[in-house]
């Protein structure tokens, strides 16, 4: 007889518990359909929550409301006039409006965790505090290596594999100390400034994503630069893998005059060509075996690339090739081509591309191919499964083709 009255006294507790949350829930739908909830009485508490995210770095709120998103069927904790700051109290960027994730575990124990921040609409400052030293909207960045201009490929490389190997490593660092689960961030101005606080540029409808998947970190980062030597567009995105062994980035600067990229890569005779591509750059390091690879991807937006040495134009271009350092190969993935002259597409690998005294070995191959040298030939050529191996040297002085 006591244990079925313990059992019936167990259910009406658990039944008028169900009742108690049924009814709270009721009242809260209630008042979210009559408008924002406030939530004062937790400000001060979120606030703190966001300041320990950051390192100690202080946070403001002006309002804090309990809102329904229509759009997405949720309730967001929202943060009306989100003030950042840096280590010395100043300002250093501010959101009119950031949707809050909480852990509601945390929140039973009485304790206020934020696990997700979307800031939107506002601006932040990305400031030059010292050589080699920037900060972004108060948070100190992994220091960049001072060092002289690259003069050969072979430097190129080797800085492309320095810098790749200390973000990685800067990313670690910087995820230690990021307690966030994921932030967000759109239509953001990026206001870039020197280190006595004077403008250098901006960085218009900046947005962005930080999160932590499976012990790793993923970035991305778009926005539109002027003044500061960027891209009117472009887009970042790093992604770590295997606990931080591994990072692959992407760089994506929209629509570049070719001129311009050749000036950018150090790359003589296209200052006449007036051929604009959409360029995209990737590159692969690890940890243990530095850089894996470094590719480009471009495509024709307008414009034609001008042959004077053949007297020719090349009015479509495509391409995605890859150097891969530990083969000394450069990776032709497609290369199409279009002009008077040539029309093709051609993919294959070149080996020994900076090996010092020895042939470059050329492996090509395309399904098809038009050649037209008219009129020092009486007609055009129209090839299929064309296959090409030869060696070659720099000056093409030699040129010996497999039989």
């Not at 209630?30 to 400000?43: I, N, Q, W």
């Not at 501010?94 to 939107?120: C, H, I, N, S, Y």
């Not at 050969?152 to 995820?175: A, H, I, K, M, Y």
């Not at 993923?218 to 062994?245: D, R, W």
């Amino acid at each position: 007889m006591v244990r079925q009255t313990t059992k019936v006294i167990i259910f009406e507790i658990l039944g008028v518990l169900s009742l108690v949350a049924m009814a709270a829930i009721g009242i809260l739908a209630f008042m979210l359909a009559s408008g924002p909830v406030e939530l004062g009485v937790f400000r001060d508490d979120v606030e703190q929550a966001i300041t320990n995210a950051r390192d100690g770095r202080p946070v403001t709120v002006e309002r804090l409301t309990l809102q329904w998103s229509p759009s997405e069927r949720r309730v967001f904790i929202v943060a009306d006039g989100v003030s950042i700051k840096d280590k010395s109290g100043r300002e250093a960027g501010f959101a009119d409006e950031a949707k809050l994730t909480v852990d509601a575990g945390a929140m039973l124990l009485g304790r206020v965790e934020v696990l997700e921040v979307d800031m939107q609409t506002g601006w932040v400052e990305l400031q030059n505090t010292a050589p080699n030293m920037w900060t972004l909207a108060g948070d100190p960045l992994p220091e960049i290596a001072a060092a002289a201009l690259p003069q050969s490929p072979e430097e190129w490389l080797d800085r492309v594999n320095t810098v790749l190997g200390d973000v990685l490593l800067g990313l670690q660092v910087f995820d230690a100390t990021l307690e966030l689960e994921t932030l967000q961030f759109t239509d953001l101005e990026l206001r870039v400034l020197d280190a006595e606080r004077a403008p250098i540029g901006t960085i218009a409808e900046a947005a962005g994503q930080i999160a932590h998947p499976d012990q790793d970190i993923a970035i991305l980062f778009s926005g539109k630069g002027e003044g500061v030597g960027l891209p009117e567009a472009f887009s970042v995105s790093l992604n770590t893998t295997e606990n931080y062994q591994t990072m692959r980035g992407g760089l994506e600067i929209g629509v570049l005059p070719i001129a311009e990229l050749g000036q950018r890569l150090g790359v003589s005779g296209l200052e006449e060509s007036d051929l604009e591509l959409g360029t995209s750059f990737m590159a692969e390091v690890t940890r243990t075996d530095g850089l894996q690879q470094i590719g480009i991807v471009i495509e024709r937006e307008a414009g034609v690339l001008k042959l004077d040495a053949v007297s020719d134009e090349i009015s479509d271009l495509t391409a995605s090739i890859a150097y891969l350092p530990a083969e000394d190969k450069i990776r032709i993935d497609v290369l199409e081509f279009d002009s008077e002259r040539v029309q093709g597409v051609l993919r294959g690998e070149i080996t020994n591309v900076l090996a010092q005294n020895e042939l470059r070995r050329l492996d090509l191959e395309a399904e098809t191919l038009r050649l037209d040298f008219t009129p020092r030939f009486q007609q055009a050529w129209a090839l299929e499964n064309v296959l090409l191996s030869a060696d070659v040297s720099d000056d093409f002085t030699i040129f010996s083709i497999d039989a």
